[in-house]
């Protein structure tokens, strides 16, 4: 997602704004721009391709500027429509989806207005210019601007001869932060997080002005609002690789530590409060995208079998279309790693304004599903700075059995003991490095099959999710038993199959379709506790994973796939820990 960062004060701006940069690159982006503000004058530079490229522009002068990395929504990824975007005297730097750009546009063009980008970014820089023109005052001609406009924005705006940085923001995240050496604002915390800075969130609807005197923050009337700045000098930095090639091999290795720590931590967060939510809840809905969608399939597993409750999974992008019947006493969870997936917030808030109350499950503290949800579970997987989600998910995991077995508790009902699951995952970490051997298998794939039955089959679902979003392979995830039903037409010996068996009572019929596409010529991997499948002769190789209660089994499960996915995106010459077209965080709809 793209990825904004401005600075006025005392220093040169052009390093600040790279570095800054450089620290968003996680996010994932096609080009990337600066604009500096000299002498009363804009100078913009900008390219495709990586933040490196902006190099020749870290010597060029002015205290005050703004910065983007740009991940493509209306437009192709080019150095056209590379952010800064600049018009008449106003420059500016977008994060966001403005839905009547195209209105807009034809307004301005019959104005005779003319067009350097594809973008519905540049339709702002045309309004606040007219209205700049008008108001002779940056804020107030961005406020009016900000009017027109309807979808998601975070912009931070220049303007020739003006002193300044003015920032907006809806429903797409922006920090305000301040210190020593002048004004920042970013798209995340890590991008300006350093010991002596004090930031704030902006929420929906606000604007901020930087100046080299600070930070001010105003509501939608431009009235001044007082904000608590908490301090940014304790916020994790980026991490670096360690003795890890990229990071999404560390992050696999940090699952058990992330397990161990979210254990503890959610006990801490069942608080009495929750507690009595939780006696009174008969429905649960999950809401997520992507792996927390997943680890959301894992949770209703375990949550019916050990919990009975009722328990529905809503891919949260589909949520507010389905308009699900409103069940009384519905607690709906919202799973996100980042805290800004905008279509997780918005069924988070669609649910609340259908009387639901929110638990948000994330990784980021003072997100904004954090600050939106009624109780918060937090994860402490740490920074996950690859894109591919890894140990987060199994975060996530250890968050939602923690609740599952405190509804089980309330009820009355057994719930397995979750101790010793990170000591198990350490243990399947030591046993997974055979998958490599795998690899040449999938590299020559036509496509790839990952199977399984009950919470094996969610396992699968993200194993197939990994490979594809790193590998670029075609790749499915697919409920054992239903392979038959249509789509084993698909499989030969050029379709690769694995099949995740980790519940002995569904082993005999998940083996039933490894006895299907071994039939017709499909190479099969396993990935089991039970060595005597292990030994069976339709198996090509076998990931042998400690035991564990199969309803907590994708804890350990995944992580073989992890790897696997890992271990063949290098082979197919990708660079794991930034695939294409994608973001780390999808904070548009
Ligand atoms: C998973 O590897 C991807 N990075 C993606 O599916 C991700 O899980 C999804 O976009 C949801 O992100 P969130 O957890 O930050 O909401």
């Not at 999950?286 to 009975?308: D, K, N, P």
């Not at 350490?426 to 020559?444: D, K, M, Q, Y």
Request: charged content about 25%; proline content about 4%.
């Amino acid at each position: 997602m793209c990825g904004i960062v401005a600075y006025i004060g005392k220093k040169r701006a052009a390093p600040v704004l790279l570095d800054g940069l450089k620290k968003l690159e996680y996010r994932g982006y096609d080009c990337a721009g600066v604009a500096l503000l000299f002498d009363g004058k804009l100078e913009v530079f900008k390219r495709q391709g990586r933040v490196e490229a902006l190099e020749p522009a870290r010597t060029l002068a002015g205290n005050a500027g703004i910065g983007h990395t740009r991940w493509a929504t209306h437009g192709a990824p080019s150095e056209r429509n590379a952010h800064p975007h600049r018009y008449g005297r106003i420059c500016l730097v977008h994060n966001g989806i403005i839905e009547n750009a195209d209105a807009l546009r034809r307004e301005c063009l019959a104005r005779g207005e003319r067009f350097s980008s594809d973008t519905d970014s540049e339709v702002a820089a045309h309004l606040i210019d007219g209205l700049y023109q008008e108001e002779n005052d940056l804020l107030r001609a961005v406020r009016r601007a900000c009017g027109r406009l309807s979808g998601s924005y975070a912009f931070a705006v220049l303007c020739e001869g003006r002193e300044e940085v003015v920032c907006a923001r809806m429903r797409s995240p922006l920090i305000v932060a301040k210190g020593e050496d002048g004004a920042f604002a970013a798209s995340d915390i890590g991008a300006v997080a350093a010991p002596g800075r004090q930031g704030c969130v902006l929420e929906d609807g606000e604007f901020a002005r930087l100046t080299r005197e600070g930070a001010e923050v105003f509501d939608a009337h431009l009235h001044p609002v007082r904000r608590t700045f908490f301090s940014l000098g304790d916020e994790e930095a980026l991490p670096g690789k360690g003795e890890y090639p990229h990071f999404m091999r560390k992050e696999i290795a940090e699952a058990p530590s992330a397990i161990e720590k979210t254990l503890f931590e959610a006990e801490k967060h069942i608080n009495s409060q929750l507690c009595e939510v939780l006696c009174q809840t008969e429905y649960l809905d999950i809401v997520a995208c992507g792996t927390a969608y997943h680890s959301g399939l894992c949770f209703q597993y375990a949550a019916e079998r050990i919990a009975h409750i009722r328990t529905e999974v809503f891919s949260a992008s589909e949520y507010r279309d389905l308009q699900p019947v409103a069940m009384p006493h519905t607690l709906t969870i919202a799973v996100s790693q980042s805290g800004e997936t905008a279509d997780t917030l918005a069924a988070a808030q669609a649910a609340k304004a259908r009387g639901c109350r929110v638990l948000a499950v994330t990784n980021v503290a003072r997100s904004s599903l954090e600050r939106a949800a009624d109780f918060v579970l937090p994860t402490r997987a740490g920074r996950e700075v690859a894109v591919a989600a890894t140990k987060s998910f199994q975060a996530q995991l250890a968050a939602l059995y923690v609740l599952c077995t405190q509804l089980a508790k309330g009820r009355n009902l057994p719930a397995p003991s979750l101790a010793g699951l990170a000591v198990l995952a350490a243990e399947t970490l030591a046993r997974s490095a055979a998958v490599e051997a795998w690899v040449p298998l999938f590299c020559e794939a036509r496509s790839v099959f990952f199977l399984g039955r009950g919470a094996d089959r969610c396992a699968a679902l993200e194993g197939s999710l990994k490979l594809k979003e790193i590998s670029y392979l075609p790749s499915e995830g697919y409920a054992a038993g239903e392979l038959k039903h249509g789509t084993l037409a698909l499989v030969d010996g050029r379709t690769p199959v694995v099949a995740v068996v980790c519940d002995e009572a569904l082993a005999d019929r998940t083996m039933n379709a490894v006895h299907e596409v071994y039939a017709r010529g499909a190479p099969v991997f396993l990935v089991t506790p039970f060595e005597a499948l292990a030994r069976a002769r339709e198996v090509t190789a076998c990931a042998l994973i400690p035991r564990c209660d199969p309803a907590f089994s994708p804890m350990l499960s995944v992580i073989p796939l992890q790897l696997l996915a890992y271990h063949v995106a290098l082979a197919c010459g990708n660079d794991p820990d930034k695939p294409r077209n994608l973001a780390k965080s999808v904070t548009v709809e």
